[in-house]
């Protein structure tokens, strides 16, 4: 399916978001890359991904949601975590939460999440009315993809649905961090600096 970014078709996101909540696999556009996604919930759905990447379940995925509302539906935020969330979402920071019982193991053993500042992933979230799988789309070990036709013909043939929005900027993955309290654990520095976070921490 070919969408443009800057106007996405909302009837079809709309139809893709039920595929997707419904279990269906699919290649979508990020802020980052292009991702990996379904239905974030489906334990079998979620293993049909970590197949598809060809992944070991020890190494755990995260998730795309719409808004913050949505994130906590599935995870307990305390204060900290909340204004960095208010801070630097929509954006490339992943926050790992601590999960609640509605989230399956198989997706993390936390609920790792973030809100994308692209439309698309945003919208679908929204649409599916679930967390989405934020994996890349690449096989495990293997360089990002910033346009399909990089994506492997086995992986892109393996997929149910595949929103193509053409060659995407290259950016780094997310920054990948932990909060508790106001203790900051960093397990993957990418476009959001762990300076930029200190110093909203320190304010």
Same mark, same amino acid.
């Given at each position: 399916?070919?969408?443009?970014?800057?106007?996405?078709d =909302?009837?079809?996101?709309?139809e893709v978001g039920?595929?997707v909540? =419904?279990?269906?696999?699919?290649?979508?556009?990020?802020?980052?890359?292009y991702?990996? *996604? %379904?239905?974030?919930?489906?334990?079998? &759905?979620?293993?049909?991904?970590?197949?598809?990447?060809?992944?070991? +379940?020890? $190494?755990?995925?995260?998730?795309?949601?719409?808004?913050?509302e949505?994130?906590?539906?599935?995870?307990?935020?305390?204060? %900290?975590e909340?204004?960095?969330?208010?801070?630097?979402?929509?954006?490339?920071? %992943?926050?790992?939460?601590?999960?609640?019982?509605?989230?399956?193991?198989?997706?993390n053993?936390?609920?790792?999440?973030?809100?994308?500042?692209?439309?698309? &992933?945003?919208?679908? @979230?929204?649409?599916?009315?679930?967390?989405?799988? &934020?994996?890349? @789309?690449?096989? /495990? *070990?293997?360089d990002?993809?910033? /346009? #399909?036709?990089?994506?492997?013909?086995?992986?892109?043939?393996?997929?149910?649905?595949?929103?193509?929005?053409? +060659?995407?900027? =290259?950016?780094?993955? !997310?920054?990948?961090i932990? #909060?508790? $309290?106001?203790?900051?654990?960093?397990?993957?520095? *990418?476009p959001? !600096?762990?300076e930029?976070?200190?110093?909203?921490?320190?304010?």
């Open positions: 399916m070919k969408l443009t970014l800057k106007n996405p =909302k009837d079809l996101l709309a039920k595929k909540k =419904k279990g269906e696999t699919c290649i979508y556009p990020t802020e980052t890359c991702g990996l *996604g %379904t239905n974030a919930l489906d334990a079998k &759905a979620v293993e049909k991904i970590y197949d598809i990447k060809r992944r070991s +379940t020890k $190494d755990k995925l995260s998730c795309v949601v719409s808004s913050l949505q994130a906590e539906r599935y995870c307990n935020l305390n204060e %900290t909340r204004e960095i969330c208010e801070r630097f979402m929509p954006g490339p920071l %992943t926050l790992v939460a601590e999960k609640k019982k509605n989230v399956p193991d198989i997706l053993e936390d609920f790792v999440f973030r809100i994308s500042s692209n439309e698309i &992933a945003t919208k679908l @979230a929204e649409e599916a009315d679930v967390p989405i799988v &934020a994996t890349s @789309a690449n096989f /495990s *070990g293997a990002n993809n910033y /346009s #399909v036709k990089d994506i492997s013909r086995i992986t892109r043939e393996t997929v149910d649905i595949v929103l193509d929005v053409g +060659t995407l900027e =290259k950016n780094n993955p !997310s920054t990948v932990k #909060v508790e $309290d106001r203790d900051l654990k960093i397990f993957r520095e *990418g959001v !600096s762990r930029e976070i200190e110093r909203f921490l320190s304010i």
